[in-house]
């Protein structure tokens, strides 16, 4: 039964999807306990094929419909993506359960099992990503994911559809960009399977259909993962998104992009193609330096909450990117690692900003006076979650932080650890303004707005929205004290050989 | 020169699709148009890919069992592409349904498509 | 090197005192006030109890978690750590005493989180001392700067804020700085754990080595509060005088103290320092602080201020006898670090007592006063007469080493910084003791000025009657002296 894990991951939650939706067109509150056994089944088997990695220490290969590579389309659970797969699994059941008092409030309740149909597609679609070692397949699972993220924004407030129109323009125009550039590489090797590929590219490398190919490649990747300036569909498109679908999307969606960057960066393509033959890290990297700042600058200027944890995101890939072009072992570790942290620390951002629009009524930094007060346990998630972006250890941020700037250092790219510095540097800035608004400046006027409107009273947040953000946070400190094991057992076998 | 362009004549094709497509969705202010920009965007991809798959001479590929096992590759047009572009076909059909259903909610609420006159209501 | 949990206990048991603290909330404060209580009892006696083990040249160790290649989060207990975790371990308990009285009499708000944030710099400061290695140290030092942060913001004025922005400014930057010296030494040198003498030594280029020392100075200089970038310090001498008094005076700036004087005796080392000829440079940016800091003291009639600015006077003293390196300077300005501390933080619990006997702040406002607080003014005297120099406090005795060391290093310029420092600190201590006790202040009696009471007054009369010990016996109760002579002969090779 193990053995199928890697292909029921992208299975079973495909065929939960639809059979949500039907059921829910008959019981309407089978919906949540259904999507939850799917997510928990999905962490199973996340869980079961990393073990097996782990444990043999080779990866796992599962051969869709018993067809050899590279005619059939392969899936792969290796220490890179097995981690990313375990941790996808985790942040999506807590989601989920996150969504259940969210959803009631948010969405119209004949809506709710095609909400949560699309959930699970959107989920099918993310494992997909991570796990598909075919890059046509990656094509259709990112498909899949980001046009149940289409649909699942647009069910937002006011201009959400709006903003999810455009941000699918602006994704599709990224997906095209992969698709074209996966086709630039099928005309000149013939074959979709990534380990394929890195075989038969190899004499290829100074082809000029190559090079292109592989730009658009990254574009599309860039798009997909809201590296700047393409970044620019994600403030607007998670701003308006429901509270249950932000903290599905902004935890995940751009970190399994990033993680697609890297599997072509580094497994597709070899490392000294985007190091040394073309220029492509350097580029890479200055454009995270302009990334980091740029987006820690219009963070800082954002007066709602939401809004400004998006910029950190961009923020966050910006870090990833700096890791990456990097281009040494170091920094690769740091990139993998901070995927895996930032999962985390977005989800636990973005599941308090969710509860704090949702009880204390407002989204508004300087409305946040007195909320350690009525929500203790709200603040105390944003602060871990805000040190651990800052980078203070013992949480992950920190960790990640160290092996990026370790990176840079080997590198000698002095612009880039100062970026990295800086970044850090803003972002503690930005939480501090809002550590220092929720605990301090209380007492007479204690949000004052929650008294504005007649009949509104502060209602507590329910145990199923607390308890998946209480558990996001010890993830952060936990990833934190064992980073040193987590490195040393999973990640380092991650970085390819000869880095 | 001219065999360049004749010779590749599909490439040009797809890239003059590609760029009006780019331009619809780019440049026009209704969204409806952009839709459809997009829509010509992603079939132009498709056109690429299936083009690259054709062969002069090349028929139907079907195999005939009869013939097993001397097939020349030759004699077939190649078959994956046309296969990949089935479902990337689906897939823009999937992504046009969300289109148009976002462009009816997006319709209902200001009455409007056109994207200059939604960012004004929105400034409101 | 021993395995030893005791390291441990000195460092967690604030934590577990402040989740207590935090638990009890304001529902019943003595329960709470008893948590800070234990918590800082247990902490002394775990530091003290380690003093025998150190004393006969052993090192404790325990590992709290492993990071990478040849990388922990470690807490390892050397002479060195030791004399800053007594200090701020025994300091605690006094001071936890004071602020019970302090807090209570005032009736100030957030009590709770008063409380809280002070153990938890407490457990910083502990980690801080005990650290192992580079990386545990900066683990320890952002969570005391991120703990003492609501502390300094504590009155939630405007200026409150401001001043705490300044802190968390000035001090994340400096951490920055920090962070990049770190990664850099781990870079050159694979290592990151302390070792006597140093460890960088032709691990690089002459001019890289130069750039990651000046980047700690620069950083732990913030915290320690070195001019320029000592800005933060006066500003933040608007929170509560407890706060002051064992934060500013003790344990924060005597943590950014310890951190350069671990990086110049553990890091780099004397002999590093000497071939880059860095120890000068230091030194004479140093002194520059020695003395511009006595005289911008000289100008403030803020009675804190002045205290404040007499603070970064004497850390600049230790960092400049420690930049001297020499066996007597060294030793000096290990002695100086603690005895200064019980000097200071007497001198700031007599500010506070005078402003809960009398809401006084500025000195011009206080003649007169030492004779209706006759205990806090005394303790006043024997403190500043310590910080002076004047023999029977023991302050006489670690400037007599920096002096003795500032000779042996062939410089006679640095012997007469500390002599004009101490001429300095004359100028402006001797009038507030003067006007205190032989002037009458003209005006309105107003209120019946008294002592303040017993828990503000005991502590800070057994501080200054420490610091009279502590000149006749050094080494009394805590040991500072053999565990500075520990320190120093590790150093030099024994001597």
């Known amino acids: 039964m193990m053995l199928h894990f890697p292909a029921l991951l992208v299975v079973v939650p495909l065929i939960m999807s639809f059979l949500i939706f039907a059921c829910g067109l008959f019981e309407r509150r089978i919906c949540f306990p259904l999507t939850l056994v799917t997510l928990a089944a999905c962490l199973l088997f996340a869980g079961g094929s990393f073990w097996t ?25 290796d220490n890179l993506n097995g981690l990313v797969l375990v941790a996808l699994a985790i942040v999506a059941l807590l989601a989920a359960i996150y969504a259940k008092t969210m959803v009631e409030r948010e969405i119209p309740v004949a809506k709710h099992a095609p909400f949560y149909a699309l959930y699970v597609l959107q989920a099918t679609g993310l494992f997909g990503m991570t796990v598909t070692g075919d890059m046509f397949n990656l094509y259709v699972l ?78 599309g990747t860039g798009v997909k993962m809201a590296y700047f300036p393409v970044h620019t569909w994600l403030p607007d498109s998670y701003t308006l998104a429901p509270s249950s679908v932000s903290v599905l999307l902004a935890p995940l969606f751009t970190k399994v992009g990033a993680y697609v ?64 072009a990097s281009g040494n072992r170091l920094g690769l570790i740091g990139s993998i690692f901070h995927i895996l942290n930032d999962m985390f620390m977005m989800a636990g951002l973005f599941m308090a900003a969710g509860v704090i629009q949702a009880h204390f009524r407002t989204r508004k930094t300087h409305e946040l006076t007195g909320l350690h007060r009525k929500m203790p346990v709200t603040s105390a998630v944003l602060v871990i979650a805000g040190l651990s972006v800052i980078g203070v250890p013992p949480a992950c941020g920190f960790f990640s932080k160290w092996y990026l700037l370790l990176g840079t250092i080997q590198a ?88 | 020169m001219t065999d360049f362009i004749v010779s590749k004549y599909n490439y040009w094709i797809y890239v003059l699709l590609i760029m009006i497509g780019f331009y619809g ?100 | 090197m021993t395995d030893s949990v005791q390291p441990l206990i000195a460092v967690l048991a604030p934590m577990i005192g402040a989740a207590l603290i935090l638990m009890t909330g304001n529902k019943r404060p003595n329960l709470r006030e008893f948590w800070t209580l234990l918590a800082s009892v247990v902490q002394f006696m775990a530091v003290y109890g380690m003093i025998p083990q150190i004393t006969q040249g052993q090192t404790l160790r325990f590992t709290l978690v492993p990071i990478g290649k040849a990388l922990a989060l470690e807490l390892r207990v050397d002479a060195f750590g030791m004399i800053f975790a007594l200090l701020a371990s025994f300091l605690w308990i006094l001071v936890s005493v004071y602020s019970i009285g302090y807090m209570r009499n005032l009736k100030e708000h957030a009590q709770t989180r008063f409380y809280f944030c002070f153990a938890m710099a407490l457990s910083g400061a502990a980690g801080v001392a005990l650290s192992g290695n580079l990386l545990t140290l900066y683990m320890f030092y952002e969570i005391l700067t991120i703990s003492t942060f609501p502390l300094v913001a504590h009155k939630e004025t405007p200026e409150a804020l401001r001043a705490g922005r300044k802190y968390l400014v000035y001090l994340l930057t400096g951490a920055g700085f920090v962070l990049f010296s770190i990664a850099g030494t781990y870079y050159l040198t694979g290592s990151l754990d302390f070792v006597a003498g140093g460890f960088v030594s032709g691990r690089g280029s002459g001019e890289i080595l130069r750039i990651v020392f000046a980047a700690f100075i620069i950083g732990f200089g913030t915290k320690a509060a070195i001019m320029p970038l000592h800005e933060w310090l006066p500003s933040a001498m608007v929170a509560p005088t407890p706060v002051s008094a064992l934060l500013h005076a003790v344990a924060v700036v005597k943590a ?83 005895f200064h501390g019980f000097m ?118 057994v501080t200054a009657f420490l610091s009279v010990l502590f000149f006749a016996f050094p080494d009394a109760m805590l040991r500072f002296y053999t565990m500075g002579d520990l320190v120093a002969r590790s150093l030099f090779g024994g001597r």
Request: glycine share 8%.
């Open chain 1, 53 to 77: 990695v782990l444990s043999t220490g080779q990866p796992v290969h599962y051969h869709l419909g018993a067809w050899a590579p590279p005619w059939g389309i392969e899936y792969v659970v």
């Open chain 1, 142 to 219: 990112l498909e899949i994911a980001s046009f149940s993220a289409y649909a699942l924004i647009g069910m937002g407030e006011g201009a959400a559809p709006f903003a999810a129109f455009r941000y699918m323009i602006f994704g599709t125009l990224g997906a095209c960009a992969y698709l074209l550039g996966v086709g630039y590489l099928y005309i000149i090797t013939g074959s979709l399977n990534m380990a394929d590929l890195q075989q038969i590219l190899t004499p290829l490398y100074q082809s000029q259909v190559l090079s292109v190919g592989f730009a658009f490649l990254l574009v």
């Open chain 1, 261 to 324: 960057l890297i599997r072509i960066l580094f497994t597709v393509f070899d490392p000294s193609f985007s190091t040394t033959l073309l220029p492509a890290t350097q580029v890479l990297g200055w454009i995270a330096v302009a990334g980091i700042l740029f987006s820690s600058i219009m963070a800082l200027a954002q007066s709602d909450l939401k809004r400004m944890l998006c910029y950190l995101i961009v923020t966050e890939i910006g870090y990833i990117g700096i890791g990456v």
């Open chain 1, 412 to 499: 000698g790219q002095w612009f880039f650890m100062g970026a990295l510095l800086l970044g850090s540097l803003l972002n503690a800035i930005l939480f501090f303004r809002i550590f220092e608004r929720s605990y301090f400046e209380a007492r007479p006027d204690d949000a004052p707005h929650l008294g504005k409107e007649p009949g509104t009273t502060f209602e507590r947040a329910a145990m199923s929205e607390l308890v998946p953000m209480v558990l996001t946070a010890a993830f952060i400190i936990l990833l934190g004290l064992f980073s040193g094991y987590i490195v040393e057992y999973s990640i380092a076998y991650a970085v390819p050989k000869g880095m």
């Open chain 2, 25 to 124: 969705m780019m440049a026009k202010n209704n969204l409806m148009k952009k839709l459809i920009g997009m829509n010509i965007f992603q079939w132009s991809i498709i056109l690429f890919y299936i083009s690259i798959g054709s062969k002069k001479g090349g028929s139907v590929p079907v195999v005939d069992p009869s013939l097993h096992p001397a097939i020349r590759a030759l004699d077939y047009v190649n078959p994956l592409p046309h296969v990949l572009m089935l479902t990337a076909i689906v897939v823009g059909v999937a992504t046009t349904g969300i289109a148009l259903t976002l462009l009816i909610l997006i319709y209902r609420k200001y009455g409007t498509l056109e994207e200059d006159e939604i960012l004004e209501a929105l400034k409101k």
């Open chain 3, 256 to 338: 950014g103290v310890f951190c350069c004087l671990r990086v110049i005796f553990y890091v780099y080392g004397p002999k590093t320092l000497n071939d880059l000829n860095l120890w000068i440079i230091l030194a004479t940016v140093v002194s520059f602080t020695v003395i511009v800091a006595n005289l911008y003291a000289l100008t403030q009639d803020n009675l804190k201020r002045r205290l404040a600015f007499s603070t970064v006077n004497n850390l600049a003293v230790i960092i400049l006898g420690a930049s001297l390196i020499t066996f007597d300077s060294v030793r000096g300005a290990l002695l100086h670090l603690p």
């Open chain 3, 344 to 461: 200071k933080i007497t001198l700031f619990m007599c500010a506070g007592s005078i402003y809960v006997a009398t809401k006084k702040e500025l000195i011009s406002e206080m003649d007169g006063i030492g004779r209706k607080m006759p205990l806090t003014m005394a303790a006043f005297t024997v403190a500043a007469a310590g910080l002076v120099g004047i023999p029977p406090v023991c302050g006489f005795l670690s400037k007599w080493f920096l002096s003795l060391g500032a000779l042996q290093s062939g410089e006679i310029l640095f012997l007469f910084v500390f002599l004009v420092s101490a001429l300095l600190d004359a100028a402006y201590f001797f009038p507030i003791i003067f006007n205190a006790f032989f002037k009458t202040r003209e005006g309105n009696p107003g209120r019946p000025v008294r002592e303040a009471p017993f828990l503000v007054s005991a502590p800070l009369a």
